[in-house]
């Protein structure tokens, strides 16, 4: 069983920073993916970063130059550091995983981000 847990959510100013992080049950080394999703109220969820063993990261053009995604390979997490944030950026931010060994895709339950003055 994979488990996927997120944190760091919160309420910060237009502006502002914010990491969130997602500890995985199982070593970053088996996954052959990971990435961050977000869902926005009455949005569908979409794409934010992703790593991935065939082509990288990616992110979506709308947090280019605002979000980095990073994975600490001794800690079996991922994080995702998100600088000048816009209150667009508001949602619930999910972390994703694909398992190398049966290739599922695991979700952690969210963590919610409100940018808001």
């Known amino acids: 069983q994979v488990q996927l847990v997120e944190s760091g959510g919160g309420l910060v100013q237009p502006g502002g920073s914010l990491r969130l992080s997602c500890a995985a049950s199982r070593s970053i080394f088996s996954f052959n993916a990971m990435g961050w999703y977000r869902q926005a109220p009455g949005k569908e969820r979409e794409l934010v970063a992703r790593i991935t063993d065939d082509t990288g990261t990616n992110f979506a053009d709308s947090v280019k130059g605002r979000f980095t995604i990073s994975r600490d390979n001794f800690k079996n997490t991922m994080y995702l550091q998100m600088n000048s944030l816009k209150p667009e950026d508001t949602a619930v931010y999910y972390c994703?995983?694909?398992?190398?060994?049966?290739?599922?895709?695991?979700w952690g339950k969210g963590t919610l981000v409100t940018v808001s003055s």
């Open positions: 994703n995983a694909k398992y190398r060994s049966n290739g599922m895709d695991y």
